[in-house]
């Protein structure tokens, strides 16, 4: 299984980015799609995430501003971020949660960089 973010960049502080981040390669059951996030000298921390059944959970730091969903046939899940801020700044990684029989296994996408200017 592969996963390709798209979708970072710079912006400016108020303004709005929407990450894009698709699944590849033997697909077999996506239990839970998500978002982190890691800034310098910080650890990484959970953004958001979306259950199979849509069920989402929020980093208190970013409810009300930013948006999780998940399209199932492409795959694909995607992170609109509003009202950005300087303190968003990070690489942000998408993560699955994928269930493979009798396993479940966890991937990582490479990372992409939002930076957020004030």
């Known amino acids: 299984v592969q996963l390709v973010e798209s979708g970072g960049g710079l912006v400016q502080a108020g303004g709005s980015l929407r990450l894009s981040c698709a699944a590849s390669g033997s697909i077999f059951s996506i239990l839970v799609m998500g978002w982190y996030r890691q800034a310098p000298e910080k650890e990484r921390e959970l953004v958001a995430d979306?259950?199979?059944?849509?069920?989402?959970n929020y980093a208190e730091s970013v409810k009300g501003r930013f948006i999780i969903s998940r399209d199932n046939a492409k795959n694909t899940v995607y992170l609109q971020m509003n009202s950005l801020k300087p303190e968003d700044t990070a690489v942000y990684y998408c993560?699955?949660?994928?269930?493979?029989?009798?396993?479940?296994?966890?991937?990582w996408g490479q990372g992409t960089q939002v930076t957020v200017s004030s």
């Open positions: 993560n699955i949660i994928h269930f493979e029989g009798a396993i479940t296994r966890s991937y």
């Open positions: 979306i259950g199979s059944g849509r069920s989402t």
